[in-house]
T-cell receptor, first 115, second 113 residues
Framework: AQKVTQAQTEISVVEKEDVTLDCVYE???????LFWYKQPPSGELVFLIRRNSFDEQNEISGRYSWNFQKSTSSFNFTITASQVVDSAVYFC????????????FGDGTTLTVKP | EAQVTQNPRYLITVTGKKLTVTCSQNMNHEYMSWYRQDPGLGLRQIYYSMNVEVTDKGDVPEGYKVSRKEKRNFPLILESPSPNQTSLYFC????????????FGPGTRLTVL
């Protein structure tokens, strides 16, 4: 069985603050994939990043960065200098090699960035 | 424009009245999925399909049916809807490369009275 836990249900920050969204996963597979998606207030789901279990390199894309640590089964997402437009629900998701097509999402973290 | 479309976008119906939510993608993707989103529960996978005539249950398949007769279409069927199926439904598609991200439709908000 696989499971994704996003322990932070809601986070509220003031603009320009840095914020980290936590994601912890469980899987017995050695090959798997992790994702972050964003759901802004308009409702659509937007892909942000993918990582496979062999690639533990951290990634930075503009104000976004991701920290993947297999040792702690975590795939955390940091927004630097947050902006009001970052307000959204963020989902962490897991899919695994043998179960092509099968995906498990976390419950999501609602981020509110106040001006 | 590459996209996943769902119809209808909004639907209010009554208990027991069969309904179908359509999903279509124009990207020639092999994989397609249906999810439901409920407050505090994230997205839960209902059914997924790896190709035409190949479907499998996700985590919450009870009360739903699907079919995949054509590559581009993956309809979700509620044969006898109940109020606990009131939810926001998303269809998604992805290429067959394992671990590829999913492309989501705009969502269908269903209310069952």
């Amino acid at each position: 069985a696989q499971k994704v836990t996003q322990a932070q249900t809601e986070i509220s920050v003031v603009e320009k603050e840095d914020v980290t969204l936590d994601c912890v996963y469980e899987t017995r597979d050695t090959t798997y994939y992790l994702f972050w998606y964003k759901q802004p207030p308009s409702g659509e789901l937007v892909f942000l990043i993918r990582r496979n279990s062999f690639d533990e390199q951290n990634e930075i894309s503009g104000r976004y960065s991701w920290n993947f640590q297999k040792s702690t089964s975590s795939f955390n997402f940091t927004i630097t200098a947050s902006q009001v437009v970052d307000s959204a629900v963020y989902f962490c998701a897991l899919s695994f090699f043998r179960g092509a097509g099968k995906s498990t999402f976390g419950d999501g973290t609602t981020l509110t960035v106040k001006p | 424009e590459a996209q996943v479309t769902q119809n209808p976008r909004y639907l209010i119906t009554v208990t027991g009245k069969k309904l179908t939510v359509t999903c279509s993608q124009n990207m020639n993707h092999e994989y397609m999925s249906w999810y439901r989103q409920d407050p505090g529960l994230g997205l839960r996978q209902i059914y997924y399909s790896m190709n035409v005539e190949v479907t499998d249950k996700g985590d919450v398949p009870e009360g739903y049916k699907v079919s995949r007769k054509e590559k581009r279409n993956f309809p979700l069927i509620l044969e006898s809807p109940s109020p606990n199926q009131t939810s926001l439904y998303f269809c998604a598609s992805s290429p067959p490369d394992r671990g590829h991200e999913q492309f989501f439709g705009p969502g269908t908000r269903l209310t069952v009275l």
